[in-house]
């Protein structure tokens, strides 16, 4: 027994206060020896005890009254465990679609004897409970629409419900579906509350490295008087599964008749080794290549890769796809998605000269233009406009997908404000240092006390590298940053050949959490660091372009890096067609009007009607969150009404494609944290005993009845006895000898 308001029997003592009022009233008879009246005494004796008797019975249901208003004012809780077998069920059924159910498990799909089990459940409900059925797969979502009551009706609509279901290609977040199935609404008049969450037994999406969320959902689930069970299926011992980890690009962007490199990264997770096999490439869904891998062991990985250019600028969708001879075929293709145009605008803002040797401007388009000063140039991937500093008020600076700006005596700051603005709409600015850099107004122009486009400022002096105690060459710092990562690939090429003799000195104590470090000197001093201002990036570098400070500007590595830096910033105002699951997609489409319908397929081969919103300027956006993962087609209409044909990519979360079972200590630790109870079968009686005793039982309106019946008869019998009191009025008490 319990009590809601245990704080009300700290009142018990008053029940006392009938008894000292009987007590008292004992005494207040006058007592007066009367010898001539003793022989009368044993006449009274009798009629004396009947009076005794009801005082005694008066006294007693004025405690019981006492009592019940003390005890219904604290609202004591019982078990009353016979009312278990007939008391009203709500099961709350959550199904697990995780890409992981797909895996074959003999000759059917795990998914699918999960599903029979859930089946099997809601046959066992009886008419008066109730049940709900919520999908926890790369969307937690409810299948039904509110509380279903169960008849023979109703059992067969969740059935159908449940058995619609199939397996999806994301992840799930366990603790979040089981509290979405505790946070609904209990069923009035459910006098018992159950979750049975069917899982396919594998470790992802249950976060065991969470365990206050554990807790937090355990107290929830005492707090509501729910019980959890989790139901999982026995797995197969041997598991054949190789997946495409991802089809990687490298960037967003490229450039008409531009060699793009494509590499698909391919893993064996399964538990059993696989012979060579072969694969398709597709392009935008239809098969242009072939690849094959070699045998894999269990862990073992592979890359495949394609080189291809195009001719026609859009956006295009890469996907490499097994031959789907193993145990999980959702994980067998990868996607990716490029927008291909006819260059890549780039804005280059630097001092005017008039001198003979080579100059900064010829180091970055020679870099990022091989041949730019040749009759026929080679065909690159940038179309650079060349300015002066004092120009950059002047340009729509979103007509440039990244600028790159050398820092000289004329750059003020009417020069920094446009650029400001740009950068924090998204734009990619990349800053270098001129050999006569001012710091005072570099750190009043740029750095503006940490509130400007560099993150870090400038020091006082230049400092000098003594090649006899230095070491002379720049190192990478982060090696799998997107600005950097293709020196990792590359070996580094030529950069620790690179000669350092001076560059200028930043601050290398600022760290401020939105820069980070790409390239650094000796003694661990600042060359390199990319920054977020806003939406865009910033790369701001150290050395000027000039042959006495360094070597770099002729090294093979400038080369790559400048077009790396470039690309990367440039990815800030570009497009995005490329998304990870849990991503918001936004999908930018060329829209002439808002009455123009788009048609987009989905992943799962359905197609809609696109809900897009109409921005202006020839541009709409298709919005999203959390969509399922795989490709997106948008047929955009175009003149003649024709459909232009525009792809998005929503890569799936690797980790389902990794088949470990929860093993004895994590369910322990499950059990432990959350409150789990797990079962290989939906037996509804062993739900219900695992569930433990039935639920206390509020008896406060019957100890209220109680209360009100005790008081009418202790009215009744106050009544009677007043009345026998008053026809004797005056009535003396006789006492004999001396004690009475």
Same mark, same amino acid.
């Given at each position: 027994?319990?009590?809601?308001?245990?704080?009300?029997?700290?009142?018990?003592?008053?029940?006392?206060?009938?008894?000292?009022?009987?007590?008292?009233?004992?005494?207040?008879?006058?007592?007066?020896?009367?010898?001539?009246?003793?022989?009368?005494?044993?006449?009274?004796?009798?009629?004396?005890?009947?009076?005794?008797?009801?005082?005694?019975?008066?006294?007693?249901?004025?405690?019981?009254?006492?009592?019940?208003?003390?005890?219904?004012?604290?609202?004591?809780?019982?078990?009353?465990?016979?009312?278990?077998?007939?008391?009203?069920?709500?099961?709350?059924?959550?199904?697990?679609?995780?890409?992981?159910?797909?895996?074959?498990?003999?000759?059917?799909?795990?998914?699918?004897?999960?599903?029979?089990?859930?089946?099997?459940?809601?046959?066992?409900?009886?008419?008066?409970?109730?049940?709900?059925?919520?999908?926890?797969?790369?969307?937690?979502?409810?299948?039904?629409?509110?509380?279903?009551?169960?008849?023979?009706?109703?059992?067969?609509?969740?059935?159908?419900?449940?058995?619609?279901?199939?397996?999806?290609?994301?992840?799930?977040?366990?603790?979040?579906?089981?509290?979405?199935?505790?946070?609904?609404?209990?069923?009035?008049?459910?006098?018992?509350?159950?979750?049975?969450?069917?899982?396919?037994?594998?470790?992802?999406?249950?976060?065991?490295?969470?365990?206050?969320?554990?807790?937090?959902?355990?107290?929830?689930?005492?707090?509501?008087?729910?019980?959890?069970?989790?139901?999982?299926?026995?797995?197969?011992?041997?598991?054949?599964?190789?997946?495409?980890?991802?089809?990687?690009?490298?960037?967003?962007?490229?450039?008409?008749?531009?060699?793009?490199?494509?590499?698909?990264?391919?893993?064996?997770?399964?538990?059993?080794?696989?012979?060579?096999?072969?694969?398709?490439?597709?392009?935008?869904?239809?098969?242009?290549?072939?690849?094959?891998?070699?045998?894999?062991?269990?862990?073992?990985?592979?890359?495949?890769?394609?080189?291809?250019?195009?001719?026609?600028?859009?956006?295009?969708?890469?996907?490499?796809?097994?031959?789907?001879?193993?145990?999980?075929?959702?994980?067998?293709?990868?996607?990716?998605?490029?927008?291909?145009?006819?260059?890549?605008?780039?804005?280059?803002?630097?001092?005017?000269?008039?001198?003979?040797?080579?100059?900064?401007?010829?180091?970055?388009?020679?870099?990022?233009?091989?041949?730019?000063?040749?009759?026929?140039?080679?065909?690159?991937?940038?179309?650079?406009?060349?300015?002066?500093?004092?120009?950059?008020?002047?340009?729509?600076?979103?007509?440039?997908?990244?600028?790159?700006?050398?820092?000289?005596?004329?750059?003020?700051?009417?020069?920094?404000?446009?650029?400001?603005?740009?950068?924090?709409?998204?734009?990619?600015?990349?800053?270098?240092? +001129? /050999?006569?850099? =001012?710091?005072?107004? $570099?750190?009043?122009? @740029?750095?503006? !006390?940490?509130?400007?486009?560099? #993150? &870090? %400022?400038?020091?006082?002096?230049?400092?000098?590298?003594?090649?006899?105690?230095?070491?002379?060459?720049?190192?990478?710092?982060?090696?799998?940053?997107?600005?950097?990562?293709?020196?990792?690939?590359?070996?580094?090429?030529?950069?620790?050949?690179?000669?350092?003799?001076?560059?200028?000195?930043?601050?290398?104590?600022?760290?401020?959490?939105?820069?980070?470090?790409?390239?650094? +000197? /000796?003694?661990? =001093?600042?060359?390199? $660091?990319?920054?977020? @201002?806003?939406? !865009?990036?910033?790369?701001?570098? #150290? &050395? %000027?372009?000039?042959?006495?400070?360094?070597?770099?500007?002729?090294?093979?590595?400038?080369?790559?890096?400048?077009?790396?830096?470039?690309?990367?910033?440039?990815?800030?105002?570009?497009?995005?067609?490329?998304?990870?699951?849990?991503?918001?997609?936004?999908?930018?489409?060329?829209?002439?009007?808002?009455?123009?319908?788009?048609?987009?397929?989905?992943?799962?081969?359905?197609?809609?009607?696109?809900?897009?919103?109409?921005?202006?300027?020839?541009?709409?956006?298709?919005?999203?969150?959390?969509?399922?993962?795989?490709?997106?087609?948008?047929?955009?209409?175009?003149?003649?009404?024709?459909?232009?044909?525009?792809?998005?990519?929503?890569?799936?979360?690797?980790?389902?494609?990794?088949?470990?079972?929860?093993?004895?200590?994590?369910?322990?630790?499950?059990?432990?944290?959350?409150?789990?109870?797990?079962?290989?079968?939906?037996?509804?009686?062993?739900?219900?005993?695992?569930?433990?005793?039935?639920?206390?039982?509020?008896?406060?309106?019957?100890?209220?009845?109680?209360?009100?019946?005790?008081?009418?008869?202790?009215?009744?019998?106050?009544?009677?006895?007043?009345?026998?009191?008053?026809?004797?009025?005056?009535?003396?008490?006789?006492?004999?000898?001396?004690?009475?």
């Amino acid at each position: 027994m319990s009590f809601v308001h245990s704080l009300f029997l700290a009142a018990l003592p008053l029940v006392g206060i009938p008894v000292a009022i009987h007590m008292l009233n004992r005494r207040r008879r006058t007592v007066i020896r009367w010898g001539a009246m003793r022989f009368l005494e044993e006449a009274q004796t009798r009629r004396r005890k009947w009076m005794r008797l009801d005082d005694l019975l008066l006294m007693l249901l004025r405690l019981i009254v006492l009592l019940l208003l003390i005890l219904a004012l604290a609202q004591p809780m019982f078990r009353i465990p016979w009312f278990a077998g007939t008391a009203r069920l709500e099961v709350v059924v959550v199904v697990d679609t995780s890409m992981s159910t797909a895996v074959k498990s003999d000759t059917e799909q795990i998914l699918d004897t999960l599903i029979e089990e859930a089946v099997s459940l809601v046959s066992q409900l009886k008419d008066g409970d109730s049940a709900r059925v919520l999908v926890a797969g790369n969307r937690i979502h409810w299948k039904t629409d509110g509380i279903t009551a169960i008849d023979d009706n109703s059992k067969a609509q969740l059935a159908d419900a449940l058995r619609s279901l199939s397996p999806s290609r994301g992840a799930t977040d366990i603790p979040a579906a089981l509290g979405s199935a505790l946070a609904g609404e209990p069923t009035e008049g459910a006098s018992r509350r159950h979750v049975v969450f069917f899982s396919d037994g594998f470790e992802n999406g249950w976060r065991i490295d969470a365990p206050e969320t554990w807790r937090s959902l355990q107290q929830t689930a005492d707090s509501t008087k729910t019980h959890v069970t989790v139901v999982t299926p026995k797995l197969p011992s041997r598991i054949s599964n190789v997946f495409v980890e991802d089809v990687s690009i490298g960037h967003l962007q490229t450039a008409t008749d531009h060699p793009l490199q494509i590499e698909a990264t391919l893993m064996n997770t399964g538990t059993e080794t696989v012979e060579a096999r072969s694969a398709q490439w597709l392009l935008n869904g239809e098969v242009f290549g072939s690849a094959s891998f070699p045998m894999l062991n269990p862990g073992q990985r592979t890359r495949v890769e394609l080189s291809h250019s195009f001719d026609v600028p859009g956006v295009y969708a890469f996907s490499l796809k097994l031959d789907g001879q193993d145990d999980l075929v959702l994980d067998d293709d990868a996607h990716g998605c490029i927008n291909v145009m006819d260059h890549v605008p780039i804005l280059l803002a630097i001092e005017p000269h008039d001198r003979d040797d080579v100059w900064a401007s010829d180091f970055i388009r020679g870099a990022i233009q091989p041949g730019y000063d040749r009759a026929v140039p080679y065909k690159s991937i940038f179309d650079v406009t060349t300015i002066s500093p004092r120009e950059v008020p002047l340009q729509d600076l979103n007509d440039y997908a990244c600028v790159v700006l050398l820092i000289g005596e004329t750059v003020d700051g009417e020069s920094v404000k446009p650029l400001m603005e740009y950068v924090r709409g998204g734009g990619g600015l990349w800053l270098i240092l +001129g /050999p006569v850099t =001012s710091v005072d107004r $570099f750190n009043g122009n @740029f750095y503006a !006390g940490g509130a400007g486009l560099s #993150a &870090i %400022p400038l020091k006082d002096g230049v400092i000098e590298i003594d090649p006899e105690t230095d070491a002379a060459a720049p190192v990478l710092t982060r090696r799998e940053h997107p600005a950097t990562a293709v020196l990792r690939t590359a070996a580094g090429l030529d950069l620790s050949r690179v000669q350092l003799k001076r560059f200028h000195a930043l601050d290398a104590d600022a760290n401020p959490d939105n820069m980070r470090l790409l390239m650094q +000197g /000796p003694h661990g =001093s600042p060359i390199v $660091f990319e920054s977020t @201002f806003g939406e !865009g990036h910033v790369i701001v570098q #150290a &050395i %000027p372009l000039e042959l006495d400070w360094s070597s770099f500007p002729i090294s093979r590595a400038f080369v790559v890096l400048a077009n790396e830096w470039i690309l990367h910033l440039s990815e800030s105002s570009t497009p995005r067609y490329d998304f990870r699951q849990g991503d918001t997609v936004v999908v930018k489409l060329p829209l002439k009007n808002d009455t123009t319908e788009v048609m987009v397929t989905r992943p799962d081969g359905s197609v809609h009607a696109a809900d897009v919103r109409f921005a202006g300027g020839g541009a709409a956006y298709w919005t999203e969150r959390n969509p399922d993962p795989g490709l997106y087609h948008f047929a955009v209409p175009n003149k003649g009404n024709a459909r232009v044909p525009i792809f998005a990519s929503v890569g799936r979360v690797n980790n389902e494609s990794f088949l470990d079972p929860l093993d004895g200590d994590e369910r322990d630790s499950l059990q432990n944290l959350g409150g789990l109870r797990f079962s290989q079968s939906a037996d509804l009686k062993r739900v219900q005993v695992k569930a433990g005793k039935p639920p206390p039982v509020a008896v406060c309106w019957t100890l209220l009845v109680l209360l009100f019946v005790a008081l009418v008869l202790e009215s009744l019998l106050a009544a009677v006895l007043n009345h026998r009191r008053s026809d004797r009025s005056g009535t003396i008490s006789l006492e004999s000898g001396v004690g009475a």
